[in-house]
Every structure is written in structure tokens, then in C-alpha cells.
Nanobody
Framework: VQLQASGGGLVQAGDSLRLSCDFS????????MGWFRQAPGKEREFVGG????????FYEDSVKGRFTIFRDNARSTAYLHMDSLKPEDTAVYYC????????????????WGQGTLVTVSS
């Protein structure tokens, strides 16, 4: 499995940004997806997850109501749409995949993308 995250960039506080994660090497719809982020000097943390079908999503509390995860199984792509961005959202964002259900735990994901940097200026 290969994951390619893209869409990061420099934005201002309050702006929106959409990240994409292109999946290849296996059957996308067999895999649940997760988004994580890692700020400088901090551990990687959970942002949100989505089931293989897209019917179930869940989020870390600080992004609830601002971030939305969805997927297009026909395109083998997962998305993280981010609204009302804050400076504290600045981090490298990673997508991850695993078979069966999604989870908040970093160590339970088998496959990782390379990360895309999101910088939010105040």
C-alpha cells in the first residue's frame, strides 16, 4: 500500500484548506483511514478517522465542527477538509490506512503517507 498526501500550504487564520490522500497498491474500500498531525517538538496526534464505507467518522475534540473527513472509494482518495483554521493547527498532516475499522491509535495503523505541511499564520 502506498499513500500520497497533498494539499498543504501556508494559510491565514480563519481560512480553509483541503488535504487529499491518494491510495494505491490494494483495495481502497477494504481500508479504514485516519488523519494525524505532528507539530514541531510534539508527538503525532489523532485528528480524525473514517470507516471503509465512509458511513462513520469521528474526530479529536479540538477539530470537531471545523474539520470534515470524507472519502471517494471510486477515486481511491480520502480527504480532510479544514475550516476556520487556527495557528495551533499548524503541523505536518499524515494520512494512514488499516484494514477493518478506524481507530485513534497511531500504532494500530499499518500504512502511512509522507505528510504534508500546513502552516496557519495569525
Amino acid at each position: 500500500v502506498q499513500l500520497q498526501a497533498s494539499g498543504g500550504g501556508l494559510v491565514q487564520a480563519g481560512d480553509s484548506l483541503r488535504l487529499s490522500c491518494d491510495f494505491s497498491g490494494s483495495t481502497f474500500s477494504d481500508h479504514a483511514m485516519g488523519w494525524f498531525r505532528q507539530a514541531p517538538g510534539k508527538e503525532r496526534e489523532f485528528v480524525g478517522g473514517i470507516s471503509w464505507s465512509g458511513s462513520t467518522t469521528f474526530y479529536e475534540d479540538s477539530v470537531k465542527g471545523r474539520f470534515t473527513i470524507f472519502r471517494d472509494n471510486a477515486r481511491s482518495t480520502a480527504y480532510l477538509h479544514m475550516d476556520s483554521l487556527k495557528p495551533e493547527d499548524t503541523a505536518v498532516y499524515y494520512c494512514a490506512a488499516r484494514k477493518t475499522y478506524s481507530t485513534r491509535r497511531v500504532y494500530e495503523f499499518n500504512y502511512w503517507g509522507q505528510g504534508t505541511l500546513v502552516t496557519v499564520s495569525s
